[in-house]
């Protein structure tokens, strides 16, 4: 069946410019992730859904970062006034039970 | 100092070699622990989890835990150019929240 999927793969936003970038989990699957990869680095946790409640967001970096999953299916992460400290791959991922989260390809943003 | 340490690498070994790749971390509320593989410009993929201290092995990788050193392991056996990846340790506390705070990565090269 079909994994998790993300859009864009690829974003070039200029400095202030706003963004969203949208995540489709795996169907049915209840919790939802939203992940920061840096360069070199490994993926930090922004936030976490469960169905459309957002029950964690203590992993945002500022209050330009939003994220919303209205019907507890869609999710997306909006960014706004973009800086170049933005820069990273955004890794969504969901999960329906156990342990095993399954990550998207991840949206790789750009800020000029 | 980060809560997951991992040294980043790169690593480079012959195939058929075994390989061994560790972490160590800070926070004792850690009790699942998970080794994800992620190949370039994808999302990491679930290899295997334990939960709290012991071995696990599947095939040809084995994971290991000790919690009394806070130190974790994953050894490939007969590694083989298609491990070529890094790997990303990660570990969650035992609670309804699944976030996970991942380590750094280290880069394997399994050369022909």
């Known amino acids: 069946g079909a994994g998790v999927s993300q859009s864009p793969r690829y974003k070039v936003a200029k400095r202030g410019q706003d963004v969203a970038l949208r995540c489709d989990p795996i169907s049915g699957h209840v919790s939802l992730f939203w992940y920061q990869q840096a360069l070199g680095q490994g993926p930090e946790f922004l936030t976490y859904f469960q169905n459309e409640a957002q029950l964690d967001k203590s992993g945002l970096p500022s209050d330009r970062f939003f994220a919303e999953r209205p019907e507890g299916s869609v999710s997306t992460l909006k960014i706004q006034r973009t800086q170049q400290e933005d820069s990273a791959v955004y890794l969504c991922?969901?999960?329906?039970?156990?342990?095993?989260?399954?990550f998207g390809p991840g949206t790789r943003l750009l800020v000029l | 100092q980060k809560e997951v340490e991992q040294d980043p690498g790169p690593l480079s070994v012959p195939e058929g070699a075994i390989v061994s790749l560790n972490c160590t971390y800070s926070?004792?509320?850690?009790?699942?622990f998970m080794w994800y593989r992620q190949y370039s410009r994808k999302g990491p993929e679930l290899l295997m989890y334990?939960?709290?201290?012991g071995n696990k092995e599947d095939g040809r990788f084995t994971a290991q835990v000790d919690k009394s050193s806070k130190y974790i392991s994953l050894f490939i056996r007969d590694s083989q150019p298609s491990d070529s990846a890094t790997y990303l340790c990660a570990m969650r506390d035992g609670g309804s929240n699944y976030k996970l705070t991942f380590g750094k990565g280290t880069l394997l090269t399994v050369n022909p």
């Open positions: 926070n004792s509320a850690f009790q699942y």
């Open positions: 334990t939960y709290s201290s």
């Open positions: 991922a969901s999960l329906l039970g156990g342990e095993t989260q399954y």
